[in-house]
């Protein structure tokens, strides 16, 4: 479908209102094309809002920087978008690093400014008031370093970002307002043994990842000390190994952990949530643990965690490979297996042995298969994190300007979370 900029603002200023659903959709053998013509470049940018609105951006583009895009309903048979307004930013390292929106279907912009000492204080979060017609850049309580590296919507509403190099934010107001969150400091309170990492770091560093679960359980994966979490807003934070610390002496970091991997993780590129809350994630020193990849699964009623089968091994084997994994409302997982260059320690180097790339599901968070059927071409990397979901139908994106989807189940219907 072509994409057209609507030349006077108030044409994309109308209330954001979802058209009804059509019939009842059947489970998909195979990817479908929704849309095309869209703005091509690497690493797509998908969310789908409470009304159905699904909006695009691209981390890396050749043409235009700084606009998103919407399509009105994410349960039509196929897709057309309009340009938003360009967002009105300082200064912009890549383009669009992250997006989402809030509980009012309203889209919400994290991004970098640029890197002088200058631009300290540039915005790096943006919400399009749906009153205004006008992007309105969010004051933080602290400045986020460089940026916005990942940014989520919670059950409540509430939209949080993760920091480079900086902390967690969390905004009460749909975004346009963060309060920064030490959420190292609160870690150590919790668990002091926590600290020097088992890499021998004295904080999280980066915060790669932010997701929130069903519960409102919020996770930052960080680039040094595994994930942790906040199961109160952001007023605590304790590492989701419970069994981090000796229990009769907190101070003291317990070596028989059966949880370990969930500290002994790093640059942790995406996490994602089982029906049951169970979280999987990217990042696992899987050349430490010997597993076939770094995505593992933790079982946080019988603290355990396991390697997740399903890929060549050596596939997956480092963080931020994966940046995004998905779960619709049945249950059916999805992930894209991401940039960075698959590791293959056979003989001859890459590029003769890296592995293709592209899309996998599971049912349960621990059996992978790749699922790419539908999609033709090379279905590689450069689409990393380009997943999103709308009840029981996923989303994808090509980095050709082009938006696939796929329904889960013959039954399309939203349960209020998971854009």
């Not at 072509?2 to 489970?27: D, E, F, I, K, T």
């Not at 749909?174 to 400091?185: C, K, L, P």
């Not at 002091?192 to 980066?206: E, K, N, Q, S, V």
Request: with cysteine; charged share 15%.
């Amino acid at each position: 479908m072509s994409v057209s900029r609507p030349r006077m603002l108030h044409r994309l200023v109308l209330p954001l209102l979802a058209s009804q659903a059509g019939p009842a959709a059947a489970q998909s053998a195979a990817w479908t094309l929704w849309a095309s013509g869209l703005q091509p470049g690497i690493h797509p940018r998908l969310a789908i809002a409470p009304d159905h609105s699904l909006y695009y951006g691209l981390l890396a583009t050749g043409g235009p920087q700084g606009v998103i895009y919407r399509a009105a309903d994410a349960r039509a048979p196929s897709g057309q978008f309009s340009a938003l307004p360009p967002i009105p930013y300082v200064s912009l390292t890549n383009n669009i690093e992250a997006l989402t929106s809030n509980a009012a279907s309203e889209p919400v912009v994290g991004v970098f400014h640029g890197t002088a000492a200058a631009n300290l204080d540039d915005p790096v979060a943006f919400v399009l008031d749906r009153t205004s017609g006008q992007w309105v850049a969010a004051s933080l309580s602290a400045p986020a370093n460089l940026g916005v590296f990942a940014l989520t919507r919670a059950p409540n509403g509430d939209v949080w970002f993760g920091a480079k190099w900086s902390r967690v934010y969390r905004s009460s107001d749909g975004g346009r307002h963060f309060t920064a969150i030490d959420e190292s400091a609160l870690v150590q309170a919790h668990a002091p043994c926590y600290y020097p990492t088992l890499g021998g770091a004295g904080g999280d560093g980066a915060i790669y990842s932010i997701a929130v679960d069903r519960r409102g359980r919020v996770y930052a994966g960080t680039e040094t000390a595994g994930l942790v979490y906040s199961a109160d807003n952001g007023a605590s934070w304790q590492p989701v190994d419970p069994d981090a610390c000796l229990a009769a002496d907190p101070a003291q970091r317990n070596p028989s952990s059966p949880m370990e991997p969930l500290v002994r993780s790093g640059n942790v590129g995406a996490i994602g949530f089982t029906l049951g809350h169970d979280p999987v994630w990217n990042g696992v020193s899987l050349f430490y643990y010997n597993w076939p990849s770094s995505i593992g699964r933790a079982d946080l009623a019988a603290h355990t965690v396991a390697p997740a089968t399903g890929f060549t091994p050596n596939f997956i084997y480092k963080g931020l490979q994966v940046t995004r994994i998905v779960t619709t409302a049945n249950g059916t997982m999805f992930l894209h297996s991401g940039a960075n260059p698959s590791f293959d320690p056979v003989q001859p180097p890459p590029p003769s042995s890296q592995y293709s790339l592209g899309l996998f599901r599971s049912d349960d968070g621990l059996n992978w298969s790749a699922f790419n059927t539908g999609i033709p071409g090379n279905n590689d990397g450069l689409a990393e994190g380009a997943l999103a979901v709308d009840g029981n139908r996923v989303f994808t994106a090509t980095s050709d300007g082009k938006i696939w989807y796929l329904d889960t189940d013959d039954t399309l219907f939203r349960d209020g979370f998971g854009g």
